[in-house]
């Protein structure tokens, strides 16, 4: 219901009424919502209003446009977890169906750049693995990672599409204990935008992550975009204590 008293617009008011029902799952990831006409009817408001309240939630994510078609529910965002997790695990969490594509699986020798992140010899033999991150058959992210081969010398394809982490930890036996992660806000390249099916120019969040083991050994380097649409990061924060 919208009140005409409310000291909150009428647009804000409907905005927070569609955004309830979303977040409620009331209404579904992909479903059609309701026409700027029939809103206008149901809540006694101008069209305008109600093109005010929509405009707001595409540009929030929680909508998007259709050209010729009406406005439809996104997509969830995925949410970056705090701790290291398996990608597939973190997402069956937040009840999406999780998929990874291997694009790419291949020996390369290591760059100068890679050595040194890795913590490895120049030339040394390391996996190059490009995936695909999907999230309910959306690709959202592109992954380009490194791990070197004498830290996981039976790695398959097969492997490599499930998650890497718990292979680690079950397979080999070895513990992952801690990592650090870059991130940079960028726009898509051509190969972004055909990879994640978005225009050139698009927000993107780009991720370097490197994950080590628990002698603090570097064994993975994972250099990643995803889409700044489906993709988000939340950090908790407390205020330092003035110690003087």
């Known amino acids: 219901m919208i009140f005409k008293?409310?000291?909150?617009?009428?647009?804000?008011q409907l905005q927070k009424i569609i955004k309830k029902a979303i977040l409620a799952q009331e209404v579904k990831p992909?479903?059609?919502?309701?026409?700027?006409?029939?809103y206008a009817e149901t809540y006694c408001i101008s069209k305008m209003t109600v093109r005010q309240a929509l405009?707001?939630?595409?540009?929030?994510?929680?909508l998007y446009r259709v050209r010729g078609k009406g406005t439809f529910v996104a997509p969830m965002k995925m949410e970056q977890?705090?701790?290291?997790?398996?990608?597939?695990?973190?997402?069956?969490?937040?009840?999406m169906k999780p998929e990874?594509?291997?694009?790419?699986?291949?020996?390369?020798?290591?760059?100068?750049?890679?050595?040194?992140?890795?913590n490895v010899a120049r030339g040394a033999i390391l996996y190059e693995l490009h995936r695909l991150r999907l999230v309910d058959e959306l690709v959202i992210g592109f992954e380009r990672l490194y791990i070197p081969k004498d830290l996981a010398p039976n790695l398959t394809l097969k492997?490599?599409?499930?998650?890497?982490?718990?292979?680690?930890e079950k397979k080999v036996g070895l513990t992952i204990q801690k990592g650090s992660e870059i991130i940079e806000a960028s726009t898509a390249n051509k190969r972004d935008s055909v990879v994640l099916n978005?225009?050139?120019?698009?927000?993107?969040?780009?991720?370097?992550?490197?994950?080590?083991l628990g002698s603090c050994t570097p064994f993975e380097l994972a250099k990643s975009v995803y889409r700044a649409d489906r993709y988000q990061y939340k950090i908790d924060m407390e205020r330092q204590k003035n110690t003087i």
């Not at 790419?104 to 750049?113: A, G, R, V």
């Open 81 to 95: 977890p705090k701790a290291i997790i398996g990608f597939s695990e973190h997402t069956f969490s937040k009840g």
């Open 55 to 62: 405009s707001n939630l595409v540009d929030e994510g929680y």
């Open 198 to 212: 978005i225009e050139e120019g698009s927000p993107v969040l780009k991720i370097e992550r490197r994950s080590m």
């Open 5 to 12: 008293k409310s000291p909150f617009p009428n647009y804000h």
């Open 100 to 118: 990874t594509s291997v694009i790419t699986f291949k020996e390369i020798n290591s760059s100068l750049e890679l050595a040194e992140k890795l």
């Open 159 to 168: 492997q490599s599409a499930a998650s890497i982490c718990e292979y680690m």
């Open 30 to 38: 992909g479903e059609m919502i309701p026409s700027e006409r029939e």
